[in-house]
């Protein structure tokens, strides 16, 4: 893909989106209080954007989904799945828009218990994982307790150390009014192995 890929409209499936994607980031750049934006621009003026490890920095979430999902090289999305030990790329692309809609619910401070998300993440059976996961028989892929799974499953696998999953378990016995059936989380949850 190179420096500067996601700038070349040939390398995406949907031009629409990828011209889309591509005006959403001009704005954001400009937008943009970095000093490494500000100093790349008073350095180069060409290309019209800064390379992506600078560019994508400064990038919505929701852009970035938007950009995995419009590639068009599906062997490179595979690559990207796998290396957060998610088996396809089309698990990690309905991760991605799940948790996009997660974060504009929580930015915008909707509610996000109780709520029927219309965006699903797709689950992929235990014995796909690399990793810890759930039982996904009997989880209701449209509430929260889905998209938390995949949230912890991901930051696990890119940072083994992290403490998601035991600020999410506390934050439960603190409140135990909470209805957690509300929520999504099913029976027997906390046996599942990515939650012990």
């Known amino acids: 893909m190179g420096r500067f890929g996601f700038m070349d409209p040939s390398l995406f499936k949907n031009p629409n989106l990828h011209n889309d994607c591509i005006r959403t980031i001009q704005s954001e750049l400009s937008r943009t209080t970095e000093d490494f934006i500000k100093t790349?621009?008073?350095?180069?003026?060409?290309?019209?954007m800064p390379p992506a490890w600078k560019t994508l920095e400064i990038v919505s979430f929701g852009t970035l989904g938007k950009l995995y999902s419009n590639f068009k090289d599906n062997a490179v999305k595979k690559v990207v799945a796998r290396s957060f030990n998610v088996p396809q790329h089309v698990y990690l692309e309905s991760w991605i828009a799940s948790l996009a809609a997660l974060r504009n619910c929580c930015a915008h401070h909707a509610r996000v218990w109780n709520r029927v998300?219309?965006?699903?993440?797709?689950?992929?059976l235990a014995k796909r994982m690399r990793s810890e996961w759930?039982?996904?028989?009997?989880?209701?892929?449209?509430?929260?307790?889905?998209?938390?799974?995949?949230?912890?499953?991901?930051?696990n696998n890119i940072q083994p150390d992290n403490n998601v999953k035991t600020e999410i378990v506390n934050?439960?016995?603190k409140y135990p009014?909470?209805?957690?059936?509300a929520i999504g989380f099913p029976t027997g949850w906390e046996m599942n192995a990515l939650w012990r």
Do not use: F
Request: aromatic fraction near 12%; include cysteine; glycine fraction near 0%.
């Open 40 to 48: 790349h621009y008073a350095k180069y003026n060409d290309p019209t």
């Open 117 to 124: 998300y219309p965006i699903k993440p797709q689950l992929p």
């Open 134 to 155: 759930i039982d996904v028989s009997n989880v209701a892929r449209n509430r929260l307790y889905a998209m938390l799974c995949c949230l912890i499953y991901w930051v």
């Open 171 to 173: 934050l439960l016995r």
């Open 177 to 181: 009014i909470v209805d957690k059936t």
